[in-house]
Structure formats: structure tokens, C-alpha cells
Nanobody, 123 residues
Framework: VQLQASGGGLVQAGGSLRLSCEAS????????MAWFRQAPGKEREFVAA????????SYADSVKGRFTFSRDNAKNTVYLQMNSLKPEDTAVYYC?????????????????WGQGTQVTVSS
């Protein structure tokens, strides 16, 4: 499956952005999907994951209550709604797909990655 992320940009603290990740190739609903992010000089970190049919989600503590992860299998697309953004949310955001059913937080559980989209939050 090929993944194409979009929707990043520059926003002031307290603002909102919605990231999208569109998939092409194999059956989208077969994959658990996730978002990770990587800030300069830091390791890639888990942000959120969603089950194949969208009934279950998992969030990193740092984004819980502010970010919402959803998917539309008819459109082969996942969305990350990010509200109340903070400067520490600044990073390149990557979408990823996993063939495993369990919502995993480890990057090596995901076999397919998008190219990343930059999110910059100014203070």
C-alpha cells in the first residue's frame, strides 16, 4: 500500500490543523493505521493509531484530548484532527500502515510509511 500524507502547515499556538493520509494499492481496510511524528534531533514517536474499521483508537498521552484520529474506508483515507496545538507539537508527521490487528506504538510494527508532512506551531 502506498501512503500520501497532506495537510501540514504553519499555525499559531492554540490553533487547529487536519492532516490527511490517502492510501492506494491493496485493500485499505485490512490495515491498522497510525500517525507518528519526529521533531529535529528527536526519535520518531507514536501519536495515534486506529483499528481497521475505526472502532478503536489509541493516543499518546501528550495528545490525548486534543487530537482525534478517524478513518473513511470508502475514501481510503485517514484523518488526524489536531486542536489546541502547542509549540511542542512541531514535527514532521508520518502516517503508517500495519498488517497487524493490534494497535501498536512501536514504529517497527508498521510496514508502510508515507512521506511525511511538516507541522509547525508558533508561540
Amino acid at each position: 500500500v502506498q501512503l500520501q500524507a497532506s495537510g501540514g502547515g504553519l499555525v499559531q499556538a492554540g490553533g487547529s490543523l487536519r492532516l490527511s493520509c490517502e492510501a492506494s494499492g491493496r485493500t485499505f481496510s485490512n490495515y491498522v493505521m497510525a500517525w507518528f511524528r519526529q521533531a529535529p534531533g528527536k526519535e520518531r514517536e507514536f501519536v495515534a493509531a486506529i483499528s481497521r474499521l475505526g472502532s478503536r483508537t489509541s493516543y499518546a498521552d501528550s495528545v490525548k484530548g486534543r487530537f482525534t484520529f478517524s478513518r473513511d474506508n470508502a475514501k481510503n483515507t485517514v484523518y488526524l484532527q489536531m486542536n489546541s496545538l502547542k509549540p511542542e507539537d512541531t514535527a514532521v508527521y508520518y502516517c503508517a500502515a500495519s498488517q497487524y490487528q493490534i494497535l501498536r506504538e512501536q514504529p517497527d510494527a508498521y510496514q508502510h510509511w508515507g512521506q511525511g508532512t511538516q507541522v509547525t506551531v508558533s508561540s
